[in-house]
C-alpha cells in the first residue's frame, strides 16, 4: 500500500501528479508569454500610428499654411488629401475681435483608426498673416 502512494506523486509511468504539474506549468508559461509578445507587438503598432497620424496632420498643416502664403485671402476647406498611407484635410475659417480679424487652420490627419488634429490662430497686421498661437 505504501508502494502505491509513492507511485502517485512519481514522474514514473503510473502518470504521476509532478509530470503533470510541470506540463501545466509549462503551458501557463508559454501562455504568458504569447499574450505578452502580442500585447507589446500591439502597444508598438499603435505607438507608430500615432507617430504617423501627428505627422500627416502637421503636413496638412502646413499645406493650408502654404495654400494661405499663395492666396492670404484664402477661407475654407483644403479637400481630403491622400498623403503616405493616410490621409488629411484642413480648414480655415475667419473670425473677428475688435477690429482685429484672426483666421483659425485647423488640419486633421488620419491613418489606420489614429486621428490626429493640429491648428494654429493667425493674425492679420499690415504685412499679412502672422502667427499668434498654437491649438
Not at 508502494?3 to 514514473?12: D, L, N, T
Not at 504539474?21 to 507608430?48: E, H, P, T
Not at 503616405?84 to 475688435?98: L, N, V
Request: hydrophobic content about 40%.
Amino acid at each position: 500500500m505504501f508502494e502505491r502512494q509513492r507511485g502517485r506523486f512519481s514522474m514514473g509511468q503510473e502518470g504521476g501528479v509532478g509530470l503533470r504539474i510541470v506540463l501545466i506549468v509549462a503551458s501557463l508559461v508559454i501562455v504568458a508569454g504569447a499574450i505578452s509578445w502580442f500585447l507589446v507587438s500591439g502597444q508598438s503598432d499603435q505607438a507608430i500610428l500615432n507617430r504617423k497620424a501627428s505627422e500627416i496632420c502637421e503636413y496638412g498643416l502646413l499645406q493650408a499654411l502654404a495654400h494661405l502664403k499663395d492666396n492670404p485671402s484664402w477661407t475654407g476647406d483644403l479637400p481630403r488629401t491622400d498623403y503616405e498611407d493616410g490621409w488629411y484635410a484642413a480648414t480655415a475659417k475667419p473670425r473677428k475681435s475688435g477690429d482685429t480679424s484672426f483666421l483659425d487652420v485647423e488640419s486633421s490627419g488620419h491613418i489606420g483608426s489614429v486621428s490626429r488634429k493640429q491648428g494654429c490662430v493667425l493674425r492679420f497686421t499690415d504685412s499679412g498673416w502672422v502667427r499668434q498661437g498654437v491649438r
